[in-house]
């Protein structure tokens, strides 16, 4: 097909002039001709190339010249068209044959653009040929860009302008020098000549380090200029000729790639993130000891250490050398520094998802750094006796081809034997596994060249296992000695490797542990715990039979010899552990060092060892003492011994070692992290792996979280033992003694002595809640500690606008103490108790006043900018800038001195008394004396600039001075009649209204009102004004004597005179007079409404935060130059960025978005039409604001355009900031806006300043895809990097290279940024295949890691904001880094969250408290003093190289690490990383707000969490944590959610037990035998249980968060609401999510990440959507606690209280119901009829619905069912055989209720139930026969199958009837039998289910699935009844609309025009 397309071959442009002849320049011949017509062609302009949307194949090697040909078609179109004729040779020539995807359609659509602008463009070229049209143009930009190109400081319009002509002439160049040398064929072939760039423009991204950015002020800065200065010293490097390359080496980057072969993309992008370090790592040495000129090692070394400690402990750990060997000349250790530097960044930068194995890239590392190494020194290699060069050297990807690639095959097609993640997980190796292998010597067997044949590369497991690899690990210690003693490479490695070259490859297995799917990992990974809190069972066990009064008496020999037969036990559990230990690590042998098979073989043989001698001590030497008498005086009057207590004490004598270690943390530390072998003996318990030592804390940690923990225990056993388990160790007695021989039923074991089913019974909801109840004191002790810390830290200290206003005043020193930078005489003052807070001094205050005014103005603006508040309350809220700031003086803001004056004036009107009290009076509220100061003072000022002639002025100034000197004399009262001051009030707000008017019309208004004020003040107040009319009788030189009081004067003051006006009216067009004007009337008019500003609950909540935290304990603040320098990473799949038009407008459901925004924030959308300018809806769209719309709409969503707005604050934060460091007092007066504005070289400064130390990456994963399909998402992406310039989109391109002309997909890593309005490729980092092989979102996050510059990485997700004010407060944040939190600097810092999706629904309210509990309270106890925080998602901020060095900022394999996030956290403890929480600073985050995305969300933690208890980082940290540290860690994690699963467990342990004593006859036989009444400590037990069901659990920390936050009334308030509406009822429905999927997940798998949408509209979910979601977790386990509480309440005798009953099973009740009709209450609009209907056909429609394939689980109950047991088809045969377990409980029912029956008469022969079974087997009967019939007959036969149905109905009805008479058959048994059937058929179905595989193909299953979907109907009918039933009252609806939307109506929102779904036209 080729034939189509024909390009002449050689391309040819003359060079001198052509012929006329258009054809004769052309070089493009088309099949088919295209007839146009030219003069029409030529007078149109031509519309611009689709330059966006091209063929993946071929888009990044020819956008640039499409895109620069539309810029230049208008002016040069002959230009535009050879630009467009080079793209097309390069399409060309890279796909000849056309046969990438799309690349056929794109050449012959531009060949067709070409055929026709040929001639055109032809006869409009102003030079002869085309070469001199191209140099011509190319020339003009050429000297453009000389003349501005120095001067780089312009404004941005103009800035803009230059990087457009770099472009457009770097294009240009390229296209010259392509047509200049066309003739020659080797030109086009030549790749690299081809992409040259020209020397004026190279993509760049931070830096431009190209020649032509040498003039941009970030490489001004003297820190950029040293940093660059070292990297290009390449003194003393190898000549280049060594590496074929020509010409000299440019830099230390350019050296390393040429030796090494990294792609060019890679050695750019790591040259300018090494570059920023060293700049910002430098300038903050600089100032302490270093030069600012050049680099030093003080700065490097920093560096060294911060990147290679993780390397030098993992040689340490092996015994091996590093190779990082320096020599001792100073300045060429400088220069190897960089180089390694350089090296491990290269490595890291290309490693793809090798980063996620940090000691694979240690071994990669070790060995390339040796090489380097040996190059640098010239060394010799001694097997060939050549120069040591690279083994993988040569082109630009060789490392990738041969290093990364062998490596990534193998990780890959690991993963791929998962079949995404549903095998089981010792079948494959995951990323850990992988890395691990790299913690033994025998990775060097790998050898360098790696050797592809090792058993490491191996993916499939061989079917012979080999017994030589054994035989390697026995001799581990032989080689590693052998190779201590090589000198500095691994020859041996390879001489071993070639000996056992004809092996067969081998697969390794896991490494060091193996995720094995049990409940039994919980024991494994916190044994220590669980065996104490059995030893302690058994202990008050015993002590509780003594019937001991005081714990002296357990020193009693006997008793004491008792207690310490706990120590049996424990034998028995370690023998347990070590046994386990064996069986789970099994799968991990073939890696596992000799050492460690050792290890737990000895384990073995101890633990049996004691297991024997224990009990056999006990035995033999029980009350055989030998007594000692102790001194007289001694509480231990003797004390005795017994060879059982010496064989005890040497049992204990290990745990005696670790206790004395535990509280010398620095020696356990020690002893830990040391590799000397004689300290191994201190480890023999636990396996010496890499990670997991050292973790100790401080002595002072150690003591506070232990202080805790000894609190949390003593409660918990006081209270087990006095409530719990002494009260039944009486009754337990009781029941041992009594003989029970008449049963109720068949007892299958009448001979079993003790009633031991009755003790069991009894005790074991007892056992379940001591081992659940330690929860329910965490998180008492939880609630208390964590709120004191709260307290302690000025949690709260301003929550309501009352308390902001109060302290407003204080405001101004606590941000100038906090955010502003001390200076060097403050820094030596401040290190102090109090650092700088209280230590400013005075000039530095009066500077911070102005300073806090600038910033709180802008926060103003910016909230402003949000549409939170209007315009009127930015007038009330702003300060003016005075230059009387910089004395001290501040006119505070209106709202705060808003109505303060009106109540001056009142008081003073009607005051009566001294001048002094009513001013100290004044003077006592603050806020009052600056209201009636500033408005004096602004009136002086005005009337000042008003009144212009001589006289009035003179007049004003003479009333002036009376008013001072009565104050003076303190006289006021006595001089002037106050009574008059509102009239006076009123005519100078009259005067203000018409001077902001400014209407000349009103010219004699103001002459008239001035005149009334002049009346007022001498008539009217004044007592004597003599001295005001004398002074206006002399000037007016009255002729005559007369008295002036004879002459009528008022008319004349204040008018024109000949011509000469009195006043300046209109006033000069000032904004600072006009707004200090408006402020003075705002003054004098504005009443009690401004004292509720803001309006807005955000904008409060956040002005309040922001107020409360300068009053918290931070960092001082360094100046943003010396700051560390930081990155912001956001991964994004295919969420929302912004809604488009159509989606605002479209009905989602019900509603459409833009309607549903404007009812939820209606405030929000008034000020926003105020903003715009508009009245309505419909003027946005008259006046084309629908981009604004969008913006506003976007903005309240949770969408990726709100995130980046959020973050983009910080730079804006930092630039704000970096001008207040630079600014003096008159920069700071004329404003930051203004000067960034005017002032263009210090907005280039502070640009450089922001882009040195902040980043944001945003990795949109499918942006590629987006953009090539046309998805309006990608150019949305596109549109908010052009709004935002500093913004980096990083993405996954897959395309199409066409290798021996088939297509072959490459991966690559791409970096974009925005230029001239589109998207431009800065780097591009090939990847050795597509990079999602594990987890999504940390692939994509790990994918553009690389392009992240900085110290620090805050990471934040999709539904996250920030806010300005936040920002500010970034660099403090930083500073944490820098200081040592216990041992160590942190390394991660965790945030608080605000969650503000609680707006409308209860359901958002509930989940919003609950959120916030845990990342306020929750998270601030696991920092401090528990030390157990690990990452919980975003917004944390990572020590970013610690991270890089270590594995990433999260692990990716699949579904073990489906919680990717808390994986980090984990990762970084282990690593002896410290992870601290702060308060002051917090970040938006978004929340689900409908019940099924909460419970979807709530479903994948849970899942999460499963998947947690079988991780290794579990494991480890439960073993190498300390005790208490351990409990801390099992608590906060993984022991929430199996404390909650053992909690539903202890119910149905109850019920069944209970059931079981019931049918039995045995609790006949204890409460009436034995008068065994009811137990109290079962009723504890449930009621302890009742905590967690209700919700109380989570209810506790969440009030006392409140009550911090907002004070305890409202707390007490808030509770008692949520409870009205229903809270408990959410909790407990959520409660039964998370213990479903965990123990379900747990149990066979199938943990996934579960989409929830993140939608805002709140709408009906049908009928038939609740029951797929919550049939399996909700509904049957609701509809079996039912069952059993019906069951037990028919069969209890009457000698049991019905209230006993109702105490104990109320909490029962009320779960089985919630559970049940949970999700119909919080439906909006659920028991509306019509949905009802609705609903109840959708079901109907859905059960008949046929399934198959191809058909989703929402359409078809088939094709539901299916996928519902889609966790067992991958389930284990141990998992499975549980399950059937499991399901025999439902065979209960029948067993017991048949005896019960009345047709039984009585009998207990067994064969009542065997008969039972037969009725079972008669009923399936008549069910498949039905079946059957419908098959074969309803379709032709119809009244055939109707007779049969009668005929079956009429023998059932028969045979009832029969033996009803016969045998006594009653209406009772026909409702037991309904009651033991039922749970009989679910256990059958349950059991098919897990033995599917084997009966699929009978017809077993066939009627298995219709027996399910009878039950699944019934259950729906049983459910939807009572709901249809409730629908026909009205009533029901429109409570249920209350209190789902409490919240909106109380903010008079309106909600039911949504659930109706109207639209309310504006």
Excluded at 1097 to 1123: E, G, H, Q
Excluded at 1875 to 1901: H, Y
Aim: proline residues 4%.
């Amino acid at each position: 097909m080729s034939h189509e397309i024909v390009v002449a071959e050689p391309i040819f442009y003359e060079c001198e002039p052509e012929l006329p002849k258009p054809a004769s320049s052309s070089s493009i011949t088309v099949s088919s001709e295209i007839v146009l017509d030219q003069q029409q062609q030529h007078q149109s302009v031509p519309e611009p190339f689709d330059s966006e949307r091209l063929p993946q194949t071929v888009a990044a090697e020819i956008q640039r010249f499409l895109r620069v040909a539309n810029l230049v078609e208008i002016d040069e179109p002959r230009v535009a068209f050879l630009c467009r004729v080079h793209a097309f040779e390069i399409a060309h020539n890279m796909d000849k044959n056309s046969s990438g995807r799309g690349v056929r359609q794109f050449k012959t659509s531009l060949l067709q653009r070409l055929e026709q602008d040929e001639e055109p463009t032809f006869r409009r070229r102003k030079e002869k040929s085309d070469i001199r049209e191209l140099r011509r143009v190319y020339h003009e930009y050429k000297e453009y860009i000389v003349k501005h190109g120095r001067t780089f400081a312009l404004e941005s319009s103009h800035r803009q302008k230059l990087i457009n002509a770099c472009a457009i002439a770097s294009v240009l160049f390229e296209v010259l020098k392509r047509i200049t040398f066309a003739a020659n064929p080797q030109a086009l072939a030549d790749r690299e000549s081809v992409n040259s760039k020209s020397e004026f423009f190279v993509p760049y991204n931070i830096l431009p380090l190209d020649h032509g950015g040498i003039q941009q002020a970030i490489m001004q800065l003297p820190e950029v200029k040293a940093a660059v200065a070292a990297v290009r010293n390449i003194r003393g490097l190898p000549s280049a000729e060594d590496f074929q390359k020509h010409g000299a080496f440019t830099d230390l980057f350019d050296f390393l790639q040429y030796c090494f072969g990294f792609q060019e993309g890679n050695v750019a992008n790591q040259r300018e993130h090494l570059i920023l370090l060293l700049a910002n790592t430098h300038i903050r040495k600089a100032h302490k000891q270093t030069s600012s000129s050049k680099i030093e090692d003080v700065v490097v070394d920093e560096l060294m250490k911060k990147f290679f400690k993780n390397y030098t402990n993992w040689c340490k750990f092996l015994g091996r050398k590093s190779n990082i060997r320096l020599p001792y000349v100073k300045q060429e250790a400088l220069q190897y520094k960089l180089l390694y530097l350089a090296l491990h960044l290269l490595i890291w930068g290309e490693a793809a998802n090798l980063r996620f194995m940090p000691e694979c890239l240690c071994y990669i590392f070790h060995e390339m750094a040796w090489e380097l190494h040996g190059m640098l020194t010239g060394a010799v290699n001694p097997t060939t006796w050549e120069k040591v060069m690279p083994a993988y050297g040569g082109g630009s990807e060789s490392f990738l081809n041969n290093v990364v690639t062998p490596i990534y095959k193998v990780i890959k097609e690991e993963a791929n034997k998962s079949k995404n993640g549903t095998t089981d997980h010792s079948t494959w190796r995951n990323y850990d596994d992988l890395n691990e292998f790299f913690w033994s010597p025998d990775c060097f067997q790998i050898g360098w060249p790696m050797r592809e044949d090792h058993n490491f590369f191996c993916v499939n497991p061989s079917s012979k296992p080999k017994a030589k690899k054994a035989s390697k690990s026995t001799n581990a210690e032989e080689k590693r000695e052998l190779k201590e003693e090589e000198k500095d490479e691994e020859l041996g490695t390879n001489r071993e490797g070639d000996q056992e070259q004809k092996h067969e490859q081998e697969w390794l297995g896991k490494s060091n542990f193996v995720e094995i799917r049990s409940f039994w990992q919980i024991f494994r990974s916190f044994d220590r715990m669980w065996i104490f809190f059995i030893l302690s069972l058994q202990a008050m066990i015993i002590m509780a039979c003594y019937e001991l009064e005081s714990p002296l008496q357990l020193f009693d020999k006997a008793v004491f010899e008792d207690v310490l037969s706990i120590f049996i036990t424990s034998s028995i559990l370690k023998l347990i552990q070590a046994i386990l230990d064996i069986v789970f690590t099994w799968k991990a042998r073939q890696t596992m060092e000799y050492s460690n098979k050792i290890r737990q073989v000895v384990r073995l043989v101890f633990a049996a060892i004691w297991t024997i001698i224990l009990p056999t001590c006990y035995a033999h030497s029980r009350r055989k003492y030998t007594c000692f008498s102790s001194q007289s005086g001694s509480w231990l009057e003797e004390w005795c011994l017994s060879p059982y207590m010496v064989a005890v004490g040497v049992y204990l004598t290990p745990s005696a070692i670790d206790m004395v270690l535990f509280f010398v943390p620095a020696v356990r530390k020690y002893i830990e992290i040391s590799n000397s072998k004689i300290f191994t003996i201190f480890s023999w318990t636990q396996p010496r792996l890499y990670l997991g030592r050292g973790m100790q804390e401080s002595q002072v940690s150690v003591l506070k979280y232990m202080l805790f923990w000894i609190l949390v225990l003593l409660s918990k056993f006081c209270f087990s033992y006095w409530f719990e388990i002494k009260p039944l160790i009486e009754p337990t007695k009781q029941i041992m003694k009594i003989g029970v021989e008449n049963y109720d039923w068949h007892e299958l074991f009448p001979k079993f002595k003790s009633n031991a089913g009755a003790i069991v019974a009894v005790w074991a909801p007892i056992v379940v809640v001591y081992f659940m109840d330690t929860q329910i004191w965490y998180s008492v002790f939880c609630t208390i500690f964590g709120g004191l810390y709260g307290i302690l830290h000025h949690l709260g200290e301003i929550r309501t606008l009352g308390m902001l206003r109060s302290r407003f005043h204080t405001l101004p020193s606590a941000f100038n103490g906090c955010l502003i930078p001390p200076s060097k005489n403050d820094q030596k003052r401040g290190k102090g108790l109090f650092g700088n807070r209280f230590h400013k001094g005075p000039e530095n205050e009066k500077n911070g006043v102005a300073k806090f005014v600038l910033v709180w103005n802008q926060i103003i603006s910016s909230i402003r900018s949000e549409d939170l508040i209007s315009n009127k309350e930015v007038d009330l809220m702003i300060i003016p800038m005075l230059t009387d700031l910089f004395a001290g003086i501040v006119r505070w803001p209106i709202f705060l001195i808003a109505n303060k004056f009106s109540t001056a004036l009142s008081i003073t009107k009607d005051f009566v008394g001294k001048d002094e009290t009513l001013v100290r009076k004044i003077k006592k509220d603050k806020c009052m004396y600056y209201a009636v100061k500033e408005c004096y003072e602004s009136l002086k000022y005005i009337l000042e600039i008003l009144i212009v002639r001589d006289l009035e002025k003179r007049m004003i100034s003479t009333i002036l001075n009376e008013i001072e000197e009565s104050m003076a004399r303190s006289s006021l009262l006595e001089d002037f009649r106050m009574t008059e001051l509102p009239n006076l009030q009123a005519k100078f707000v009259e005067l203000l209204e018409l001077l902001v008017e400014g209407n000349v019309d009103h010219y004699g208004k103001v002459v008239k009102v001035l005149q009334d004020i002049f009346e007022i003040i001498t008539n009217d107040m004044m007592i004597d004004s003599s001295r005001i009319l004398e002074l206006l009788c002399h000037s007016q030189r009255m002729e005559s004597n007369e008295p002036y009081f004879t002459r009528t004067i008022e008319p004349q003051l204040f008018e024109s005179d000949c011509g000469e006006n009195s006043i300046h009216f209109p006033l000069p067009d000032s904004a600072p007079l006009t707004e200090q004007i408006k402020r003075l009337l705002l003054l004098l008019t504005i009443k009690d409404t401004a004292l509720d500003i803001p309006t807005n609950l955000d904008a409060r909540r956040r002005i309040s935060f922001f107020a409360t935290s300068l009053f918290m304990t931070m960092p001082s603040a360094p100046k943003v130059r010396n700051m560390l320098s930081f990155s912001v990473l956001t991964p994004h799949y295919m969420e929302d960025v912004n809604f488009s038009m159509k989606e605002l407008h479209s009905s989602q459901r019900e509603v459409s978005i833009i309607f549903y925004m404007q009812k939820i924030f209606p405030d929000e959308w008034k000020n926003f039409l105020e903003r715009m300018g508009c009245a309505s809806l419909d003027g946005l769209k008259d006046e084309g604001k629908e981009e604004d719309l969008r913006k506003w709409a976007s903005f309240r969503g949770q969408t990726l355009s709100r995130t980046v707005r959020g973050m983009m604050y910080y730079r804006e934060a930092l630039k704000l900031q970096a001008f207040l460091d630079m600014a003096e007092d008159e920069d700071i007066l004329e404003g930051y806006d203004t000067a960034e504005r005017e002032n263009h070289l210090l907005a280039a400064q502070l640009d450089a300043l922001a882009d040195l130390k902040f980043t944001y990456v945003v990795s949109c994963q499918r942006f590629g895809s987006q953009k090539a399909a046309g998805d309006p998402r990608a150019q949305d992406i596109i549109d908010l990097m052009i709004r935002y310039p500093a913004l980096r989109l990083a993405y996954v391109e897959e395309k199409e290279v066409i290798v021996e002309n088939k297509p072959q997909k490459v991966y690559s890593s791409v970096l974009l940024k925005a230029v001239n309005g589109f998207d431009q490729e800065i780097y591009r980092v090939k990847l050795p295949g597509p990079p999602e092989i594990g987890e999504g979102k940390p692939e994509n996050q790990n994918h553009a890691i690389i392009f992240t510059r900085g110290e620090a990485l805050q990471t934040i997700d999709m539904n996250q904001d920030s806010y300005l004010e936040e920002a500010f407060k970034m660099r403090n944040l930083l500073q944490e880094f820098l200081k040592c939190q216990g041992r160590r600097p942190p390394t991660i810092l965790g945030l608080r969250e605000h969650i503000f999706t609680e707006s409308v629904s209860s359901l958002a309210w509930f989940m919003s408290y609950q959120e916030t509990s845990f990342v306020t309270i929750g998270q601030r106890l696991l920092a401090k003093p528990l030390r157990v925080r690990f990452h919980y998602g975003h917004p944390d901020i990572f020590d970013r190289i610690f991270h890089i060095t270590r594995g990433g900022i999260s692990k990716a394999s699949k579904t073990i690490n489906l919680s990717e996030d808390i994986f980090a956290g984990f990762n970084s403890t282990l690593r002896r990383g410290c992870i601290t929480y702060h308060e002051y600073m917090q970040v938006g985050k978004g929340r689900d707000v409908g019940l099924n995305q909460i419970s979807k969300f709530e479903a994948k933690v849970a899942n999460g969490n499963s998947e947690q208890t079988l991780s290794r980082d579990i494991y480890r940290l439960g073993c190498q944590f300390d005790f208490f540290r351990m409990l801390s860690c099992y608590f906060t994690t993984i022991g929430f959610y199996f404390s909650s699963l053992i909690s539903i467990i202890g119910i149905y342990i109850f019920l069944y037990g209970q059931l079981y004593l019931v049918l039995s006859g045995l609790q006949k036989a204890l409460l009436i035998e034995a008068r065994v009444q009811n137990l109290e400590s079962l009723e504890t037990a449930l009621a302890s249980q009742s905590f967690i069901q209700l919700g109380l659990l989570t209810g506790l920390p969440m009030v006392m968060e409140i009550g911090l936050e907002k004070g305890f009334l409202t707390a007490l308030k808030d509770f008692v609401l949520m409870q009205l509406q229903l809270a408990a009822v959410f909790f407990t429905f959520s409660f039964g999510t998370k213990t479903h999927h965990y123990g379900r997940t747990l149990l066979h798998g199938g943990a996934k990440y579960r989409p929830t949408g993140r939608k805002v509209v709140v709408f009906h979910t049908s009928f038939t959507e609740n029951y797929r979601l919550y049939s399996r977790s909700h509904f049957v386990k609701g509809f079996e606690l039912l069952l059993l509480l019906i069951v037990y309440d028919l069969f209890r005798r009457s000698y049991e209280s019905s209230m006993a009953y109702v105490l104990i099973t109320y909490s029962v009740w009320f779960m089985s119901i919630t559970w049940l009709f949970a999700p119909f209450l919080f439906n909006p609009s659920g028991f509306s009829w019509g949905k009802i209907v609705d609903d109840w056909k959708d079901w109907n429609k859905w059960i008949r619905q046929q399934g198959g394939i191809g058909i989703q689980q929402d359409k078809s109950w088939h094709s539901w069912w299916n996928d519902e047991q889609a966790h067992l088809r991958h389930s284990g045969i141990f998992s499975r055989l549980f399950e059937i377990l499991l399901s025999l409980r439902f065979f209960m029912y029948q067993y017991g209720l048949v005896y019960h029956l009345d047709i039984s008469q009585h009998s207990k022969n067994v064969l009542v139930y065997v008969l039972s079974w037969i009725v079972i087997l008669v009923v399936f009967f008549f069910a498949k026969a039905v079946n059957i019939g419908r098959q074969k007959l309803s379709a032709n036969y119809q009244l055939l199958f109707r007779l049969f149905k009668a005929i079956l109905f009429i023998t059932v009805l028969a045979i009832i009837i029969t033996l009803s008479r016969i045998c006594q058959l009653s209406l009772r048994d026909l409702i037991v039998c309904c009651l033991a059937f039922l749970p009989t058929g679910w256990g059958l179905i349950m059991i098919a289910q897990a033995v599917r595989p084997k009966i699929e193909d009978t017809g077993l299953w066939d009627f298995t699935r219709v027996l399910a979907k009878a039950y699944d109907y019934g259950m729906g009918v049983v459910l939807f009844a009572p709901i249809a039933i409730l629908a026909w009252l009205p009533i029901i609806s429109a409570f249920q609309t209350r209190f789902l939307f409490n919240e909106a109506f109380n903010r008079h929102l309106q909600i039911q025009p949504i659930l109706a779904g109207k639209r309310k036209q504006k």
